[in-house]
């Protein structure tokens, strides 16, 4: 999910081969300015900096979003398949995809394609999304009554339940939360069912879809807005109070390099007060500023972004082997970031692990030092 923020084989040469050793953390992280200069236009020659395989490094699943149409790029599945383990569809296992033709007409062309690669590359699914804020309004418009309670509850069945036995996870609600954290979000599933009330319902319902499923609540900027990090706190505590069968938290990680020091790494320790496995699901963080007299070099900016990812990777690192139930980025490679998408991309953002010829950018290093802890 784009994020509200203050501002969102050539391969296997870069790489190790799977389980070798001999890489420290001070090695990888000594590295990353190597690659500061580097953006879309450099040399695809080999450069200085080399990274092991992020799946053999991480101490859970390490998944990437995923574009149907990425699965036809031969140099995208080459760097899928050599350093991920689970995949999160980043946009057709969304209501606006599947409902495009109704509800009566549900799409799962581009969905089923991507479960397909997961199970061809062993990689573990992760289901993305079934009720979110955001989407779904047209679908459901006209509805009233009983028919609104069929079609939500027969479109949650109808998803959840085609990838019963596949998808390992999913996230079922998406998003609840205002953007200041001074409450939940109205939209038109709460003003049927009320702001608690249609995230129980879409809980019960997955859950019913999926028995054995993991059920999560995926929300952005909990760590860099304290309002909006305490109100997803209590959120949770309702909802397990209610005995809602909520399973997993999703903490989405769209971070950006002027969150204050030690910010991210604090709500780590809060939300892990509640036992529950926990998934970095939509990590990136870009190199941009909202100020326009933001003079900082490149080098300096990707230094304060390396800090920001240790800070969270760290983190993670320090929960129980329990809780640590997977660490997914929001894309592999800089150009498939929504923050490089559009005519204002001027090429110099480098928000994910790997810059556009797969070499590794030092979000990697810094990923793959933390994991090393």
Same mark, same amino acid.
């Not at 101490?59 to 790029?73: H, L, R, S, V, Y």
């Not at 080459?78 to 509800?103: C, F, H, V």
């Not at 559009?342 to 090429?347: I, K």
């Not at 797969?358 to 810094?366: E, G, K, L, W, Y």
């Given at each position: 999910?784009?994020?509200?923020?203050?501002?969102?084989? +050539? %391969?296997? =040469?870069?790489?190790?081969?799977?389980?070798?050793?001999?890489?420290?953390?001070? !090695? @990888?992280? /000594?590295? $990353? *300015?190597?690659?500061?200069?580097?953006?879309?236009?450099?040399?695809?020659?080999?450069?200085?900096?080399?990274?092991?395989?992020?799946?053999?490094?991480?101490?859970?699943?390490?998944?990437?979003?995923?574009?149907?149409?990425?699965?036809?790029?031969?140099?995208?599945?080459?760097?899928?398949?050599?350093?991920?383990?689970?995949?999160?569809?980043?946009?057709?296992?969304?209501?606006?995809?599947?409902?495009?033709?109704?509800?009566?007409?549900? +799409? %799962?062309? =581009?969905?089923?394609?991507?479960?397909?690669?997961?199970?061809?590359?062993?990689? !573990? @699914?992760? /289901?993305? $999304? *079934?009720?979110?804020?955001?989407?779904?309004?047209?679908?459901?418009?006209?509805?009233?009554?009983?028919?609104?309670?069929?079609?939500?509850?027969?479109?949650?069945?109808?998803?959840?339940?085609?990838?019963?036995?596949?998808?390992?996870?999913?996230?079922?609600?998406?998003?609840?939360?205002?953007?200041?954290?001074?409450?939940?979000?109205?939209?038109?599933?709460?003003?049927?069912?009320?702001?608690?009330?249609?995230?129980?319902?879409?809980?019960?319902?997955? =859950?019913?879809?999926?028995?054995?499923?993991?059920?999560?609540?995926?929300?952005?900027?909990?760590?860099?807005?304290?309002?909006?990090?305490?109100?997803?706190?209590?959120?949770?505590?309702?909802?397990?109070?209610?005995?809602?069968?909520?399973?997993?938290?999703?903490?989405?990680?769209?971070?950006?390099?002027?969150?204050?020091?030690?910010?991210?790494?604090?709500?780590?320790?809060?939300?892990?007060?509640?036992?529950?496995?926990?998934?970095?699901?939509?990590?990136?963080?870009?190199?941009?500023?909202?100020?326009?007299?933001?003079?900082?070099?490149?080098?300096?900016?990707?230094? =304060?972004?390396?800090?920001?990812?240790?800070?969270?990777?760290?983190?993670?690192?320090?929960?129980?082997?329990?809780?640590?139930?997977?660490?997914?980025?929001?894309?592999?490679?800089?150009?498939?970031?929504?923050?490089?998408?559009?005519?204002?991309?001027?090429?110099?953002?480098?928000?994910?692990?790997?810059?556009?010829?797969?070499?590794?950018?030092?979000?990697?290093?810094?990923?793959?030092?933390?994991?090393?802890?």
């Amino acid at each position: 999910m784009k994020p509200e923020t203050p501002h969102p084989s +050539r %391969f296997a =040469r870069h790489l190790l081969p799977q389980g070798e050793k001999g890489w420290s953390r001070r !090695a @990888l992280l /000594g590295s $990353t *300015l190597a690659l500061a200069a580097c953006d879309r236009f450099a040399s695809a020659e080999p450069t200085p900096l080399s990274v092991p395989p992020l799946k053999s490094l991480a101490p859970c699943p390490f998944g990437t979003a995923i574009k149907a149409m990425q699965i036809d790029d031969p140099d995208w599945a080459t760097l899928a398949r050599a350093n991920i383990s689970q995949l999160t569809p980043e946009w057709e296992m969304k209501m606006e995809y599947i409902l495009a033709d109704g509800l009566d007409r549900p +799409r %799962f062309d =581009r969905s089923d394609r991507i479960a397909a690669f997961a199970e061809a590359n062993g990689m !573990a @699914l992760h /289901g993305h $999304t *079934l009720i979110w804020y955001a989407q779904g309004e047209e679908a459901f418009s006209g509805l009233d009554g009983a028919e609104f309670d069929r079609a939500f509850d027969g479109y949650i069945a109808a998803l959840a339940g085609r990838y019963r036995g596949r998808a390992r996870s999913w996230d079922v609600v998406n998003e609840p939360i205002l953007d200041d954290g001074s409450g939940l979000r109205d939209c038109h599933w709460s003003r049927r069912y009320g702001h608690d009330g249609y995230i129980l319902r879409a809980f019960e319902r997955a =859950r019913l879809a999926d028995p054995n499923a993991v059920l999560f609540l995926n929300e952005y900027n909990q760590e860099s807005v304290p309002a909006k990090g305490a109100q997803f706190l209590k959120l949770v505590e309702r909802l397990l109070k209610a005995g809602c069968p909520l399973q997993g938290l999703g903490l989405q990680s769209h971070l950006w390099i002027d969150i204050k020091e030690g910010a991210i790494a604090a709500f780590m320790r809060q939300v892990a007060q509640f036992g529950l496995p926990i998934h970095v699901s939509e990590l990136d963080c870009t190199l941009r500023s909202d100020n326009k007299l933001d003079f900082r070099s490149q080098a300096d900016r990707i230094t =304060r972004q390396t800090a920001r990812v240790s800070e969270l990777a760290e983190a993670f690192m320090t929960l129980p082997e329990t809780q640590r139930f997977a660490f997914t980025v929001w894309g592999l490679r800089d150009t498939d970031s929504f923050y490089r998408q559009g005519g204002m991309d001027d090429g110099r953002d480098k928000p994910l692990p790997f810059d556009s010829f797969s070499r590794p950018n030092p979000m990697a290093a810094a990923l793959a030092a933390a994991f090393q802890t």
